[in-house]
């Protein structure tokens, strides 16, 4: 009779036929008071949303402090209930980290911690373990399931602290969880979605990891190939600004011995790898292929989203934001894809209410808060972009992204030193991004230190080559590279990526005008009157192109020799004076835009300062 409703309740449950297997389970714990029926019928009323009546069946005999299973879900039931003081008193505020497997071996070294003690449970702790040695078989006498939900308990214990905006203390729990079952991918998951890792520290955690706990079967040749096969699925989802090669390996290992090529996470992945590249169409298409097959899946759709932004592309935008505004409003994907929409047509104060639901409906939504604060920015108030910046630094530590956008704010308010410092922090924390590069070489530029600055842009533009990235994305990069050299006196390399600029489409006054005027310091006169007409015929007004123009001509007429020092030359009075009717040229900032899932912002700023500051381009190109 026992299995035969326990037959019937599974396919209840199978069927979710929750009303049946609740019946069934009610006799079944009846006539056995089973432990484990206690807990499947909790399971059920869970399932249901019945939290408090799955608790009541729970603390049947003191389950909870007995049981490691049942107290995971009486926990669960706190935490839907919002009971978090609840839930971390079930659960205990330390981590069994003496659980922990370290890698290279199946068995155990273990450290020291205390763990909540359970009354009747096999770890009882009676005194302070600090001084006792560890020994590798407490592990071993641990029951694998029993060690599964000891790390679900320590997922559970991070999510509590979380919501709590303890975030340090839910990494630890996230990450001790992982250490302890390697597949406990929903704490891996917060660790690397909610970006709680700089990606060298993702890089050195995956190497802690003791895939070889993994057991198929006792069979040592399958439970190996699980464990590589984990591990590669792992890498997967680290970021994509280290470790390129062994990304790559991966997905091809995975694609090609595993058929996962057309599987949506291993397609998001590559996706996530392009758009850090600047290779939006490219990743545009990636995200295009999984919503075709799924069309709301959330987890692709703040990327999705980041890319149509990135190219204009408005009414796959438009039309998409209404179609998850109509059949998934309880998202906050839906609300991100409303203010994505409205910060494309400039509709900014729209945007930012949008981004504030999202945020609000989810406070760990890193899009959103990114988005937020490019509000701000697009409206120049520089305070309150800060300010929302700074929330964001704080919820996601592991990223550079809050930390540049911090410094790229404070560059715009000619702070530089506080700038330095901001970018400094983003570059210990990522140091391939050649955004934070052109970034930093600007800041360099500010403070004349001109070499550095010439080393910022070169390595900017290096990786971007290195990563086959749109070169029209590092045109501004190009063009600061170009103005630091000819500050720095190296006439004939900045006369060569000016050209460069041109060649690839930089069709800009402000560009023919700087190439006018390394021609002039060069002393090739016609030359730079050719190249400052084409300035004009772009910009007729250009007040700088007209006065450099009228120089060469006089220089050419009269057949002398005319000589243009370096501009803000004391000696020379009269580049001096030119210095001065330049000052105050018109600063051109171009909307800005949001980004996708760590919150990257594809933002173009055009700013031309007089030639003493050589035009910078401040670009934040996402």
């Given at each position: 009779?026992?299995k035969?409703?326990?037959?019937?309740?599974?396919?209840a449950?199978?069927k979710?036929?929750?009303?049946?297997?609740?019946?069934?389970?009610d006799k079944?714990?009846?006539l056995t008071?089973d432990?484990k029926d206690?807990?499947?019928?909790?399971?059920?009323h869970?399932?249901?949303?019945?939290y408090?009546?799955?608790?009541?069946f729970?603390?049947?005999?003191?389950?909870i402090?007995?049981?490691p299973?049942?107290?995971y879900l009486?926990?669960h039931?706190?935490?839907?209930?919002g009971?978090?003081?609840?839930?971390?008193?079930?659960l205990?505020?330390k981590?069994?980290?003496?659980?922990?497997?370290?890698?290279?071996?199946?068995?155990t070294?273990?450290?020291?911690?205390d763990?909540h003690?359970r009354?009747?449970?096999r770890?009882?702790?009676?005194g302070s373990?600090?001084?006792?040695v560890?020994?590798s078989e407490?592990?071993?006498?641990e029951?694998?399931?029993?060690l599964k939900f000891?790390?679900a308990m320590?997922y559970?214990?991070?999510?509590?602290y979380?919501?709590?905006?303890?975030f340090?203390?839910?990494?630890?729990?996230y990450k001790v969880?992982?250490?302890?079952d390697?597949?406990?991918?929903e704490?891996?998951?917060q660790l690397?979605?909610n970006s709680?890792?700089?990606?060298?520290?993702?890089?050195?955690?995956?190497e802690?990891?003791?895939?070889?706990t993994?057991?198929?079967?006792?069979n040592?040749?399958?439970?190996q190939?699980?464990a590589?096969f984990?591990?590669t699925l792992?890498?997967?989802?680290?970021?994509k600004?280290?470790?390129?090669?062994e990304?790559?390996a991966?997905?091809?290992?995975?694609?090609?011995?595993y058929?996962?090529?057309?599987?949506p996470?291993?397609?998001?992945?590559?996706?996530?790898?392009?758009f850090t590249q600047c290779?939006?169409r490219?990743?545009?298409?990636?995200?295009?292929?999984?919503l075709?097959h799924d069309?709301?899946n959330?987890t692709?759709?703040?990327?999705?989203?980041?890319?149509?932004h990135?190219?204009?592309?408005k009414?796959?935008?438009?039309?998409l934001?209404h179609d998850?505004a109509?059949?998934h409003?309880?998202?906050?994907?839906?609300?991100l894809?409303?203010g994505?929409?409205?910060l494309?047509?400039?509709?900014?104060?729209?945007?930012?209410?949008?981004?504030s639901?999202?945020?609000?409906?989810?406070?760990?939504?890193?899009p959103?808060w990114i988005?937020f604060?490019?509000?701000f920015?697009?409206?120049?108030e520089?305070?309150q972009a800060i300010?929302a910046?700074s929330t964001?630094?704080?919820l996601?530590?592991?990223?550079?992204?809050?930390?540049?956008?911090?410094?790229?704010q404070?560059l715009?308010?000619?702070?530089?030193?506080?700038?330095?410092?901001y970018?400094?922090?983003a570059?210990?924390l990522?140091?391939?991004?050649?955004?934070?590069?052109?970034?930093?070489?600007v800041v360099y530029?500010?403070?004349?230190?001109l070499?550095?600055?010439?080393?910022?842009f070169?390595?900017?533009l290096?990786?971007a080559k290195?990563?086959d990235?749109d070169?029209?994305?590092w045109?501004p990069t190009?063009?600061?590279l170009?103005?630091?050299?000819?500050?720095n006196g190296?006439?004939k390399?900045?006369?060569?990526a000016?050209?460069?600029?041109?060649?690839?489409?930089g069709?800009?006054?402000?560009?023919?005008t700087?190439?006018?005027?390394v021609?002039?310091e060069m002393?090739?006169?016609?030359?730079?009157?050719?190249?400052?007409?084409?300035?004009?015929a772009?910009?007729p007004?250009d007040?700088?192109?007209?006065?450099?123009?009228?120089?060469?001509?006089?220089?050419?007429e009269?057949e002398?020799?005319?000589?243009?020092?370096?501009?803000m030359?004391?000696s020379?009075e009269e580049?001096?004076?030119?210095?001065?009717?330049?000052e105050?040229?018109?600063?051109?900032?171009q909307?800005n835009?949001?980004a996708g899932?760590?919150g990257r912002?594809?933002?173009r700023?055009?700013e031309?300062?007089?030639?003493g500051?050589?035009?910078?381009v401040?670009?934040d190109?996402?």
């Amino acid at each position: 009779m026992e299995k035969y409703l326990r037959d019937w309740r599974q396919d209840a449950l199978n069927k979710h036929q929750y009303e049946s297997a609740i019946f069934v389970g009610d006799k079944l714990l009846a006539l056995t008071n089973d432990d484990k029926d206690a807990f499947w019928l909790a399971q059920v009323h869970f399932s249901t949303g019945n939290y408090n009546r799955a608790q009541s069946f729970l603390s049947r005999d003191d389950l909870i402090a007995n049981n490691p299973s049942c107290r995971y879900l009486a926990a669960h039931c706190s935490i839907k209930l919002g009971k978090l003081d609840e839930a971390l008193s079930i659960l205990g505020d330390k981590n069994p980290t003496h659980l922990i497997s370290a890698p290279g071996s199946a068995r155990t070294k273990l450290r020291h911690v205390d763990i909540h003690p359970r009354a009747g449970g096999r770890h009882q702790k009676t005194g302070s373990r600090t001084d006792r040695v560890p020994t590798s078989e407490e592990r071993d006498k641990e029951d694998a399931a029993n060690l599964k939900f000891e790390a679900a308990m320590c997922y559970l214990r991070g999510v509590c602290y979380a919501k709590q905006n303890s975030f340090d203390r839910a990494k630890e729990c996230y990450k001790v969880a992982v250490q302890i079952d390697v597949q406990c991918f929903e704490a891996f998951d917060q660790l690397m979605t909610n970006s709680l890792m700089s990606p060298d520290e993702e890089w050195k955690f995956l190497e802690s990891l003791n895939f070889d706990t993994i057991n198929v079967n006792d069979n040592s040749s399958l439970s190996q190939e699980a464990a590589e096969f984990t591990k590669t699925l792992y890498t997967t989802r680290l970021s994509k600004y280290s470790h390129p090669e062994e990304f790559t390996a991966a997905t091809e290992t995975l694609s090609t011995h595993y058929n996962l090529a057309s599987n949506p996470d291993i397609l998001l992945s590559k996706a996530d790898l392009l758009f850090t590249q600047c290779r939006f169409r490219s990743a545009l298409a990636l995200t295009s292929s999984i919503l075709q097959h799924d069309k709301y899946n959330f987890t692709t759709l703040p990327t999705h989203l980041a890319c149509l932004h990135e190219l204009s592309q408005k009414n796959a935008l438009f039309l998409l934001a209404h179609d998850l505004a109509d059949t998934h409003p309880q998202e906050p994907c839906a609300w991100l894809a409303i203010g994505i929409y409205y910060l494309s047509i400039s509709r900014i104060a729209e945007a930012r209410r949008y981004f504030s639901k999202a945020s609000m409906m989810d406070p760990h939504f890193g899009p959103a808060w990114i988005g937020f604060a490019h509000t701000f920015a697009a409206e120049g108030e520089h305070d309150q972009a800060i300010s929302a910046y700074s929330t964001a630094a704080r919820l996601f530590q592991g990223t550079h992204l809050p930390q540049l956008f911090l410094g790229m704010q404070n560059l715009q308010l000619n702070n530089l030193s506080l700038a330095h410092e901001y970018l400094n922090t983003a570059y210990d924390l990522c140091k391939t991004d050649p955004l934070l590069l052109n970034e930093m070489g600007v800041v360099y530029y500010h403070e004349d230190a001109l070499k550095d600055a010439i080393t910022m842009f070169s390595r900017a533009l290096d990786i971007a080559k290195k990563n086959d990235s749109d070169k029209d994305a590092w045109l501004p990069t190009r063009t600061n590279l170009a103005h630091a050299l000819r500050r720095n006196g190296q006439l004939k390399d900045a006369l060569v990526a000016f050209d460069e600029v041109l060649r690839n489409g930089g069709k800009d006054a402000g560009v023919f005008t700087a190439k006018g005027l390394v021609l002039m310091e060069m002393s090739r006169y016609w030359d730079a009157v050719v190249a400052l007409h084409e300035a004009l015929a772009v910009a007729p007004q250009d007040p700088m192109a007209t006065d450099l123009l009228n120089r060469a001509l006089e220089v050419n007429e009269s057949e002398s020799v005319y000589t243009v020092s370096r501009p803000m030359s004391a000696s020379d009075e009269e580049v001096d004076e030119l210095d001065r009717r330049i000052e105050g040229r018109l600063r051109e900032i171009q909307q800005n835009t949001v980004a996708g899932r760590g919150g990257r912002r594809g933002r173009r700023v055009i700013e031309e300062v007089s030639m003493g500051d050589s035009m910078m381009v401040d670009s934040d190109e996402g």
